[in-house]
């Protein structure tokens, strides 16, 4: 298992001011984590609490109907274009960048084993869009577009560029290139999937899109390029158990959200995610979201204003190292960095024995492997030396079934800290203003009034 290091958030090691007495304060709260953890589990399966992404690791059938799609186009497609944005895409980013080999879309067909090249449209710039067109040939294109409403404007601006120029080149074969994942039963895209004939995968009720990288979401562009989703979700299942303990004492997730919470409350309100793994960077990422908008609200479940919510920085070792540590260690002192070290990389590579007259011959004889974790040790060492609170996540080797484990461990711990900061971890209230002004200036329909408001807005 994966496992958390916390000791460089205590007192007796950086000092009253900036750590805590971490013993103590699991024992002060041991009573608030238990009724936190169990009140969480106990309600997985209630329709309406937005915990369904509990349940995601244990869909049998889910992971059949995947698998034999992708083995029914296995070969026939030589790229995968995903249209998604936010918890539509970084879950699948992080992870394929995480689990395939690195440079997957520069190695040719032969070496990914007959499995198509990844891409993502996660944004809309139109440079970005137009560029990866020129170089696509959608003949060989399979688009997997990814929303639960349809009503994205972001996704489906995309998605009707992309179907228009398939219906083009493919005329009604060009079906077979379109894969949807969406709503059951509802929505626009549904709509378009039924009147189509698309081959089409759900997003569940109840699983927002910074939890739903176990759905279909993410799952179906994993299997479609060879990863095993099997073993990542046996991580999953694996780290749900070892998180249904109601002691703080026994259980990561609580102890870290725990731990971000009262560190928040001494003015650390910053969390930086910073693994030492450039396969992991991207972790980061699919962290800044889940954290920022699970935890950043303006008011609690009582209905009082509290602006609260620790600010995520995305951060690589040992590439920050050389931009950020400088700010971290001599900067303001408001920040709980989390390192991840990963314990055995996939390959070995020796730094061979030369130069040995100069001042790197020292580096000679040993191997980068060992000198990213050095990188990472002494990092770890340093910011304590300076008196910054982190802590460190041990992570054994970069696979699917430790993938599954981290990212399941990291969503409960959002889970639990919501219910800490007395918030709603699961709506988002704030991302919702700037969408409907979006939908008031593209011209949709019965946003006229929102329309005009905001030219006065913007002519002021």
């Given at each position: 298992m994966i496992n958390l290091d916390w000791k460089n958030t205590d007192a007796a090691v950086i000092g009253k001011e900036h750590g805590l007495d971490v013993k103590k304060?699991?024992?002060?709260?041991?009573?608030?984590?238990s009724e936190i953890v169990s009140d969480i589990y106990a309600n997985r399966d209630v329709p309406g609490k937005w915990l369904a992404w509990m349940n995601l690791g244990y869909k049998e059938e889910l992971v059949k109907e995947i698998n034999e799609y992708a083995q029914s186009v296995k070969g026939k497609f030589d790229n995968l274009l995903i249209l998604g944005i936010g918890g539509s895409a970084l879950g699948g980013i992080c992870v394929t960048e995480a689990l395939l080999k690195p440079y997957w879309n520069l190695l040719d067909k032969e070496q990914r084993n007959g499995f198509p090249g990844i891409f993502f449209v996660d944004n809309i710039d139109p440079d970005q869009i137009n560029g990866l067109l020129d170089i696509l040939d959608l003949k060989k294109t399979l688009v997997n577009v990814i929303t639960k409403s349809g009503t994205t404007a972001e996704t489906m601006s995309a998605f009707m560029i992309?179907?228009?120029?398939?219906?083009?080149?493919?005329?009604?074969?060009?079906?077979?290139?379109?894969v949807t994942t969406t709503d059951k039963t509802k929505g626009i895209l549904r709509e378009i999937t039924e009147d189509k004939g698309y081959k089409s995968f759900i997003v569940p009720d109840d699983v927002g899109g910074r939890f739903s990288v176990f759905s279909a979401v993410g799952l179906l562009p994993f299997a479609l390029t060879g990863i095993d989703i099997s073993e990542i979700l046996k991580g999953v299942r694996d780290m749900d158990n070892a998180l249904q303990s109601t002691d703080?004492?026994?259980?990561?997730?609580?102890?870290?959200?725990?731990?971000?919470y009262l560190m928040d409350k001494k003015g650390k309100n910053l969390s930086v995610m910073m693994p030492y793994s450039s396969r992991l960077r991207f972790v980061s990422d699919w962290y800044v979201q889940l954290w920022a908008e699970s935890l950043g609200k303006e008011v609690d479940l009582d209905g009082n204003g509290v602006n609260v919510g620790p600010t995520p920085v995305k951060a690589l070792g040992a590439t920050d190292q050389h931009s950020q540590i400088q700010l971290y260690n001599e900067g303001p002192n408001d920040k709980l960095i989390n390192f991840i070290r990963v314990s055995e990389f996939d390959t070995e590579l020796k730094i061979p024995s030369v130069l040995q007259d100069t001042g790197i011959g020292y580096l000679g004889g040993k191997t980068v492997n060992d000198l990213i974790n050095a990188e990472a040790d002494a990092t770890r060492v340093a910011v304590t030396d300076y008196k910054r609170p982190n802590i460190v996540i041990n992570v054994p080797k970069v696979n699917g079934y430790y993938m599954g484990q981290l990212l399941y461990m990291l969503e409960v711990q959002t889970a639990i800290a919501g219910a800490l900061y007395n918030i709603d971890t699961f709506n988002q209230p704030g991302v919702e203003q700037g969408k409907n002004y979006t939908y008031a200036l593209m011209g949709r329909k019965n946003y006229e009034q929102t329309a005009e408001e905001l030219k006065q807005k913007l002519h002021n």
């Open positions: 304060e699991f024992f002060e709260y041991k009573q608030k984590i992309l179907q228009e120029k398939l219906e083009k080149e493919l005329g009604s074969s060009s079906k077979e290139n379109i703080v004492e026994n259980n990561i997730a609580a102890q870290n959200a725990l731990i971000h």
